[in-house]
């Protein structure tokens, strides 16, 4: 099992402040988040110099670049958007592809007020099986994010069911299915853990519930909020889950403060 953390503990770090504190405080890759002007400039159309250079940078300290996080979503009615969504994913593929990352991450997207979740689904399977086949064949995953309106297993397993492609597969945020769905850790493992190619962490606790948006949440220290990571890892540990847990920690405390007490605290419950 490997650990890593997303552009968002850091927004304004070039790639190279970026690395400096993986190797500094023991992370073994970094996860950029594009389209959101984050300082590492690895971005869909950087040049191809640049990104042969962070990915050389990376390796070279035995570390990856592990996944490229999009905003992509496929819930929308209009074809139209949809059409455009997959095309960016696309993108985004190459350019993980570039930087030797395994994955890139998307969201099936919220539902608008008063749609068919039948046919929510549907739009999000069909968008996601025309991206599939390019996903397999550079050896990059689509990861679904458990997240917006797909915090629940069980939709999440019918998105999985539906696409049916070795190219699609689940990024498990460990905390959305708990605090949004109120699903056990246990719970939401079984359901997904076939599909599981890619792991978000992040403790918290709910301050609002969903309804029919975004459930508020609040960050809190790992171990010090409400969702049980230490058996989320030793479930993956039991199962030979050899792929990445990220920290996704938005908008927090400083990178200096957090990332190694974090990290600590993962590395902790595997012992």
């Known amino acids: ?35 959101v002007g ?62 030797g990352a395994p994955a890139i991450r998307v969201f099936g997207g919220l539902p608008p007020k008063g749609a068919s979740r039948e046919a929510c689904l549907e739009n999000v399977v069909g968008s996601l099986s025309k991206i599939a086949g390019q996903a397999a064949s550079a ?15 069980a939709w999440m397993a019918r998105v999985m069911g539906g696409v049916d492609h070795p190219g699609v597969a689940v990024n498990w945020d460990i905390m959305h299915p708990v605090l949004t769905s109120g699903y056990t850790v246990a719970d939401s493992y079984g359901i997904l853990k076939r599909w599981v190619m890619h792991v978000h962490a992040h403790d918290g606790v709910l301050i609002e519930p969903a309804g029919d948006g975004y459930a508020k949440t609040e960050l809190r220290a790992m171990g010090s909020g409400d969702v049980d990571h230490g058996a989320a ?23 200096e403060v957090h990332l190694p007490r974090e990290l600590g605290r993962l590395r902790g419950y595997l012992r």
């Open 233 to 255: 890892l030793r479930l993956l540990g039991e199962d030979g889950y050899s792929g990445y847990v990220s920290g996704e920690w938005i908008n927090w405390e400083p990178p």
């Open 139 to 153: 050896g990059v995953a689509v990861c679904v994010e458990t997240h917006d309106g797909w915090c629940d297993p």
């Open 1 to 35: 099992m490997l650990f890593s953390f997303m552009s968002f503990s850091c927004p304004s770090a070039s790639v190279g402040e970026a690395l400096r504190m993986a190797s500094e405080y023991g992370y073994d890759g970094f996860e950029p988040r594009i389209d």
């Open 38 to 99: 984050h300082g590492h400039g690895l971005e869909i159309g950087a040049g191809a110099g640049t990104l042969r250079d962070a990915r050389k940078a990376f390796e070279d300290l035995g570390k990856r670049i592990c996944c490229v996080a999009t905003s992509c979503s496929y819930v929308d009615p209009d074809a139209a958007a949809r059409d455009r969504a997959v095309e960016r994913a696309k993108r985004a593929i190459d350019l993980a592809a570039a930087l």
